[in-house]
């Protein structure tokens, strides 16, 4: 039996002085599971997360974190809840340790074993006892995602997460939370301007533009579905002739001396057919998924996102 969503957003609506800033979205995020949230500038993102913690009103719809709504049981809701906005703050002159002590004692559940499990899971377990001032941010965004995952909260919600790291803080931040959500069943929703780590930490990605939700996209999902497009490579002799016989049978284009097309397996097939039977030798074929970018830039027009 499929496990209930660890949060819904039903028809979420948020209007401020007469301006919709977020128009009617709905989406669900599954327990387990890696869930980005794109968009350009200005497209209402982080007024969507200030509303899932209760920051913000809803103006109409509602948002349910582990069953529990954010309108009518906002104390149930922020429970199920463990978030961090950018940077973590933490108390700099206690030891890492003694910072999640502290904010234990907020939470009776939290157990000593449960503050040993985390910093395990998050990979502290060498440098808990140092002073948080001498950790880098990276560890700092690391201890925070274990403060915020220490009462087994349904869902973490980071925004922009990835801020201010270098290449291997942002590689270690992507591989805790994956094992948070493979190890533990946490749902993480991630807001990040960074496309080509979405790419890699996310299993799935919703696109907002403009206050609405224009598209879901599966990153893990099955690939070469029918009918679903793909970029394929032609090592052909005489590429610019090739292109000139496939014209108008998909998007066609010459890079870096081969023929290059966008199209579905069953039309990559009959491009093939038609160079053959035209004459031309055709050395290989190699297909590559679009990118993350590729896609964002499709069914956003172009616009940037931050």
Sequence with gaps: MSQAPAAILQDVTKKIGGRTIIDRVSLEISPGEVFGFLGPNGSGKTTTIR?????????AGDITIGGHSVKTSYAASAAQVGAIVENPEMYKYLTGYQNLVHYARMNPSVTKERIDEVVKLVGLDGRIHDKVKKYSL?????????????????????????????????????????????????????????????ELMCDRVAILQKGKLIDIRSIRGPANKTGEEQIAVFDVDHPENALGVLEGRGDGKLEDGSLV??????????????????????YGIRTRTKSLEDQFLEVTGGETIG
């Design 51 to 59: 509303m899932m913690v209760g920051l913000m009103a809803l103006t």
């Design 138 to 198: 990276g560890m700092r965004q690391r201890l925070g995602v274990a403060q915020a995952v220490m009462h087994r909260p349904k869902l973490l919600i980071l925004d922009e997460p990835t801020n201010g790291l270098d290449p291997a803080g942002i590689r270690e931040l992507r591989d805790y939370l994956r094992r948070l959500s493979r190890e533990e069943g946490t749902a993480v929703f991630v807001s990040s301007h960074l496309l080509s780590e979405m």
């Design 261 to 282: 097309i966008t199209a579905t397996r069953e039309q990559i097939a009959d491009a093939n057919r038609i160079l053959v039977e035209a004459g031309f030798k055709v």
